[in-house]
């Protein structure tokens, strides 16, 4: 089982990226999926989660990321619109059965991660 996650880069402050996550080796279909992200220096902080019709959002993500399943591709994508400086990490998707959705110790498969920057 791998998750794959892609679409970080570079952007200014105010800019737009959008993040997918891919598996393979294995349907996810009733899980929840989630994007966290980590900071140097920081702990790993909850982003999005997603599972069936049902999205949840960190205080950071709310009114400026959305989390989507993309059942065409077998991803799931994160939208981030208004970035700001203060969003740059690098971000990881993850699958699993939290009994906590906010917490990254309940996810049991992760992806590499992919790096965002966001300059000023």
């Known amino acids: 089982v791998q998750l794959q996650a892609s679409g970080g880069g570079l952007v200014q402050a105010g800019g737009s990226l959008r993040l997918s996550c891919a598996a393979s080796g294995r349907t996810f279909s009733s899980y929840y999926w989630g994007w966290f992200r980590q900071a140097p220096g920081q702990e790993r902080e909850f982003v999005a989660a997603?599972?069936?019709?049902?999205?949840w959002y960190g205080a950071s993500a709310k009114g400026r990321f959305t989390i989507a399943r993309v059942y065409a591709k077998n991803t799931v994508d994160l939208q981030m619109n208004s970035l700001k400086p203060q969003d740059t990490a690098v971000y990881y998707c993850?699958?699993?059965?939290?009994?906590?959705?906010?917490?990254?110790?309940?996810?049991?498969?992760w992806g590499q991660g992919t790096q965002v920057t966001v300059s000023s």
């Open positions: 993850a699958v699993g059965s939290p009994s906590s959705i906010q917490s990254a110790l309940e996810y049991d498969y």
């Open positions: 997603i599972r069936g019709g049902s999205v």
